[in-house]
């Protein structure tokens, strides 16, 4: 499918990559270097980044290792998305029940 205008931005396909990174370990996190060399970037590039991923409230920094996670606000998102499918799933199942039953 070709698109009539490209409007993938370099900054923002990396802050997205950084966040896909981030949920390789939610537990301990990564400090900038490793993101940096898992983003193949320079780590100026992952400072800016992670501190725009903390204002948005998406990742913190654990003061005491100085590893970078994500914050509850991304998996909470992922358990949304899995509430609304086992929902959605309910719901066809209902309905092929209704339409597979054997008339009374």
């Known amino acids: 499918m070709s698109r009539a205008t490209d409007y993938t ?3 923002q396909q ?13 537990v301990i996190g990564y400090p900038p270097s490793k993101l940096a060399e898992l983003l193949r970037c320079n780590p100026s590039a992952i400072t800016r980044d992670l501190d725009n991923l903390r204002t948005a409230g998406m990742a913190q920094r654990d003061e005491a290792t ?3 996670v994500l914050t509850p ?9 899995y509430t609304a499918i086992d ?3 309910r719901r ?4 092929r029940n209704r339409f597979t039953r054997t008339p009374d």
Not at 14 to 26: S, V
């Open 92 to 95: 066809v199942d209902e309905a």
């Open 14 to 26: 990396r802050i997205l990559k950084l966040l896909l990174a981030l949920c390789g370990d939610p």
């Open 9 to 11: 931005n370099d900054a």
């Open 66 to 68: 100085g590893c970078w």
């Open 73 to 81: 606000c991304i998996p909470q998102q992922s358990i949304k998305v």
């Open 87 to 89: 929902r959605a799933q």
